[in-house]
T-cell receptor, first 111, second 116 residues
Framework: GNSVTQMEGPVTLSEEAFLTINCTYTATGYPSLFWYVQYPGEGLQLLLKATKADDKGSNKGFEATYRKETTSFHLEKGSVQVSDSAVYFCVVRRNTGKLIFGQGTTLQVKP | DTGVSQNPRHKITKRGQNVTFRCDPISEHNRLYWYRQTLGQGPEFLTYFQNEAQLEKSRLLSDRFSAERPKGSFSTLEIQRTEQGDSAMYLC??????????????FGDGTRLSIL
């Protein structure tokens, strides 16, 4: 079946540091891949997406590239801000539209 | 676009009671999904509707759980004879599927259920 594995958190960085959150998945076929973010006290929001191999999703300075050969979708940002502190979820979408979530990675950015 | 709305935001009830949650999706969205999220975990799929038809149910959805979307608009999720293990955040999401176009899901803020 489909599954998603993310690096465990919490990840604690200083402001302006480089961020990588690793994500690998198992899936049949060619699923779409997403990163969702949950800021403190708020609901889940779509951060970025990629729908086919080698696509790069980007938003708010975050990027992730759909790597079919390594079944990975790592999230990166060149310079994090305190306001990026949140829980980040790597997500696989099956053909039915059902989403399979990773366990989430908490990011804490200190000034 | 007023977003996905869920009510109530919080529900506290005694074990054995029945509870019902409501989800109002984004108005033109034809797909509606229910997920459950426990502390420190990612959301887990429960069920989904396309218009009024319930197309898939997870094995997580025991016979104590029932969901409806009678007119293809809002949906309700009912849990009968609640148990301690039902304590979780229940999330609703909606999306628009049109032909080959499969838009991302938009989530509500959830209903937090606490079983005493």
């Amino acid at each position: 079946g489909n599954s998603v594995t993310q690096m465990e958190g919490p990840v604690t960085l200083s402001e302006e540091a480089f961020l990588t959150i690793n994500c690998t998945y198992t899936a049949t076929g060619y699923p779409s891949l997403f990163w969702y973010v949950q800021y403190p006290g708020e609901g889940l929001q779509l951060l970025l997406k990629a729908t086919k191999a080698d696509d790069k999703g980007s938003n708010k300075g975050f990027e992730a590239t759909y790597r079919k050969e390594t079944t990975s979708f790592h999230l990166e940002k060149g310079s994090v801000q305190v306001s990026d502190s949140a829980v980040y979820f790597c997500v696989v979408r099956r053909n039915t539209g059902k989403l399979i979530f990773g366990q989430g990675t908490t990011l804490q950015v200190k000034p | 676009d007023t977003g996905v709305s869920q009510n109530p935001r919080h529900k506290i009830t005694k074990r054995g009671q029945n509870v019902t949650f409501r989800c109002d999706p984004i108005s033109e969205h034809n797909r509606l999904y229910w997920y459950r999220q426990t502390l420190g975990q990612g959301p887990e799929f429960l069920t989904y509707f396309q218009n009024e038809a319930q197309l898939e149910k997870s094995r997580l959805l025991s016979d104590r759980f029932s969901a409806e979307r009678p007119k293809g608009s809002f949906s309700t999720l009912e849990i009968q004879r609640t148990e301690q293990g039902d304590s979780a955040m229940y999330l609703c999401a909606s999306s628009l599927i049109r032909g080959e176009s499969n838009q991302p899901q938009h989530f509500g803020d959830g209903t937090r259920l606490s079983i005493l």
